[in-house]
Antibody, heavy 119, light 107 residues
Framework: QVQLQESGPGLVKPSQTLSLTCTVS??????????WSWIRQHPGKGLEWIGY???????YYNPSLKSRVTISVDTSKNQFSLKLSSVTAADTAVYYC???????????WGQGTLVTVSS | AIRMTQSPSSFSASTGDRVTITCRAS??????LAWYQQKPGKAPKLLIY???TLQSGVPSRFSGSGSGTDFTLTISCLQSEDFATYYC?????????FGQGTKLEIK
């Protein structure tokens, strides 16, 4: 059974870059067929889909964040990563990594990690 | 981008009640609609996909229906563990999008 786990700093200063990594266990990113995704949830708010990466490196980003987002993959470590640049307090959120396909919804999800943007 | 609108935003009910949550898409999404349950401090849990298919392990008191733009999630007999926030999600087109959530509270 595939499991995902987010890791990274819980506190980021304004204007800096938020960096998170998702480690996948129980399955290989390289096996293909899945899109590895990032989703965030502002405190007490709804869910916002950030983007995905395929094992080949192809990506799709939410246009609302596209100018600041980079998602990359390291198949040798079975990990994928999120970088969000020029952060502000509005980027404070719980960040989830997750798996999906082109025709199925998001499942499973990581447990989520809270990132706070503050000086 | 497709906008998903849920109603109500919050709802009070009692155990044993039958409740229905609705989700409307701003444009047609066929049956590419999922429902999630989220409890405080936890990741969302997939309940239903393809509008009406129950995810493995989800109790049969949960059911979904609809296609096109209008969808419903029904819980036939509320249990104490069902008090949570529910989200719909469209995966018909990118960027994928979620409803704003429906918080189900104990009356």
């Amino acid at each position: 059974q595939v499991q995902l786990q987010e890791s990274g700093p819980g506190l980021v200063k304004p204007s800096q870059t938020l960096s998170l990594t998702c480690t996948v266990s129980g399955g290989s990113i390289s096996s293909g067929g899945y899109y590895w995704s990032w989703i965030r949830q502002h405190p007490g708010k709804g869910l916002e889909w950030i983007g995905y990466i395929y094992y080949s490196g192809s990506t799709y980003y939410n246009p609302s964040l596209k100018s600041r987002v980079t998602i990359s993959v390291d198949t040798s470590k079975n990990q994928f990563s999120l970088k969000l640049s020029s952060v502000t307090a509005a980027d404070t959120a719980v960040y989830y990594c997750a798996r999906m396909t082109g025709t199925t919804p998001v499942d499973p999800w990581g447990q989520g990690t809270l990132v706070t943007v503050s000086s | 981008a497709i906008r998903m609108t849920q109603s109500p935003s919050s709802f009070s009910a009692s155990t044993g009640d039958r409740v229905t949550i609705t989700c409307r898409a701003s444009q047609g999404i066929s049956s590419y609609l999922a429902w999630y349950q989220q409890k405080p401090g936890k990741a969302p849990k997939l309940l239903i996909y393809a509008a009406s298919t129950l995810q493995s392990g989800v109790p049969s008191r949960f059911s979904g229906s609809g296609s096109g733009t209008d969808f419903t999630l029904t819980i036939s007999c509320l249990q104490s563990e069902d008090f949570a926030t529910y989200y719909c999600q469209q995966y018909y087109s990118y960027p994928q999008s979620f409803g704003q959530g429906t918080k189900l509270e104990i009356k």
